[in-house]
């Protein structure tokens, strides 16, 4: 299964049926600036995924991947800036915290601890955003529906028809006119 | 409204305002009017329901206490969660909604939990079937939750197993016990809470269990008041640990333990709710070398922790608890015992204020632990 999604697969979910709902949580500064610079680059990745931009990963506290997991996401990934790259000096640093109580609580809870994933993007790192998805989207994929997953969730987070997309067409246009304020 | 104001005794109300006067957040300043509320229902005010203030309520109980006609209070808030709830008012969860998520999740069934990894080799249970079933609680949750505290709540929980042990029991300790559903409960989420409730009550029903035994305050006050109506005849008795304790004590085998002099935070759902104010004072008392020494307000009368159902959080409960542990101490006592990991976090919570923190810090215990520690 893992090893039919690879990233120079056009469309891998169907050829397993499952497509996972993935939760993506990317810091303004680097990790969302990151997805856009592959959306311009035109980079290919998996579409399965529905970002939310925070300020900063220091923002993620449990309760946002809890909440995802409850509303019936398969997988949460996490991302921010390099360590020494933070726009806030130490905000990835609580991110690591943040993100080691929400490990233990997700174990505790029985979801696998594959369904969650912490990742430093850097802005220029488009490339790497690409690959970060590919392969978090396999991994989630290879382990099925979340157990928490719902047939409503479908609903709220659908994926675009069409097959995959380039995120640079949706998404993070904002973020070029955010970024341009500043 | 009108059937509720009958049920809850709110007619019986003659506008004293004593509850709002012995309210704990009232008196710490905030304008939350216990009164208001048994007033509005007995006016038939259906949008006191549609107030998010409903959910400021710690539901600790002392306003029931006090009232002269007998008000119930706290059921009646319970009640009018129940309704804001329905119109999609929620309170706003301190730590982001994270505990209530995890509460809905278990609700929700799914996943196998992996909430027993804090049972050591030493300590004997049964995984399905027994006479007597201990419920845990959540402690496991709370101590990965609160890492930054420095407690360790699920010590309470293994002490228990030992206290049990020692006694020649070996209790049922399940990998599918859930969230017994007191929060989401008293958060107005009635129909998570069934749900939690049927799946709980099936499984000790399948235990074959004749008793219930928890070391937490708010399971106990569940599984004795609310899962009543699920239990469908079946003859569960439910005791929060230490009155078993009590029931047991010729059994009980102590040595001196290591802990001297206590103090103890009478959790508010077992002193009030449930009115157990003696069991835990006669366990301790049962322990050689452990002196109690009374805060100035114990029994039904102790403040409680000001966090009980994680839906309010603010300056007033900082107050609160800091005001308690401020008592704590004045009775010169070295060690806080609870009876309830809740109180715990808490309290332990208050203690991380970086200006009177140092001063107000007190170890704190359960006090399954201070029997365990004095096992021979």
Sequence with gaps: MTQQATSTNKNPGAATGFDPRIVVFACNWCSYAGADTAGVSRIQHQPHFRMIRVMCSGRIQPAFVLRAFEKGADGVLVSGCHFGDCHYIFGNERAVEQFEKTRNVVKILGIEEERIRLEWI??????????????????????????????????????????????????????????GGN | MQQLAKDTNAWACYDCGKCTATCPIARAGSDYSPRRHVLATNL?????????????CLTCGLCDVRCPAEVAYTPLVQKLREKAFDASIQPECPHGGALQ???????????????????????????????????????????????????????????????????????????????????LLWNGDRASFEALAKHNVELVK??????????????????????????????????????????????????????????????????????????????????????LNEMSR???????????????????????????????????????????????????????????????????????????????
């Design chain 2, 101 to 183: 998520s995890v509460m809905r999740m278990m609700a929700s069934g799914g996943a196998q939990q992996d909430r027993l990894g804090w049972l050591d080799d030493d300590l004997k249970t049964e995984p399905k079937e027994g006479a007597v079933f201990l419920w845990t609680g959540c402690t496991m949750y709370y101590d990965a939750f609160f890492p930054e505290f420095g407690l360790a709540t699920v010590a309470g929980t293994r002490a228990a197993v030992k206290v049990l042990n020692s006694l020649g029991v070996t209790p049922v300790v399940s990998a599918e016990e859930r969230c017994c559903g007191h929060d």
């Design chain 2, 206 to 291: 399948n235990s074959g269990a004749e008793v219930v035994v928890t070391p937490c305050a708010e399971c106990a006050r569940t599984w004795r008041m609310d899962y009543e109506p699920y239990l469908d005849g079946a003859k569960i008795r439910v005791q929060h640990l230490t009155e078993y304790l009590v029931e047991r004590s010729a059994d009980l085998r102590l040595k001196n333990g290591s802990t001297a002099k206590v103090t103890f935070q009478d959790p508010c759902r077992l002193s009030r709710h449930l009115g157990v104010v003696d069991a835990p004072r006669e366990v301790l008392d049962q322990v050689p070398g452990v002196e």
């Design chain 2, 298 to 376: 114990s029994g039904t009368r102790g403040a409680c922790c000001a966090g009980g159902t994680w839906s309010n959080c603010d300056r007033f409960a900082k107050q609160i608890q800091v005001g308690r542990l401020r008592e704590a101490k004045a009775t010169g006592a070295d060690v806080l015992v609870t009876a309830c990991p809740k109180c715990q976090v808490h309290l332990a919570c208050a203690m991380k204020d970086s200006k009177i923190g140092n001063e107000i810090s007190i170890e704190m215990r359960d006090v399954a632990e201070v029997v365990a520690s004095a096992l021979e």
């Design chain 2, 44 to 56: 038939g005010q259906e949008e006191i329901a549609r107030e998010p203030s409903l959910f400021a």
């Design chain 1, 122 to 179: 850097s802005a220029a790192e488009g490339t790497r955003f690409a690959e970060v998805i590919n392969e978090f989207t396999d991994q989630v994929r290879a382990l099925g529906p979340s157990p928490f997953a719902r047939e409503d969730a479908i609903e709220e987070i659908e994926a675009p028809e069409g097959g995959p997309c380039l995120t640079g067409e949706h998404g993070p246009s904002d973020a070029d006119a955010d970024a």
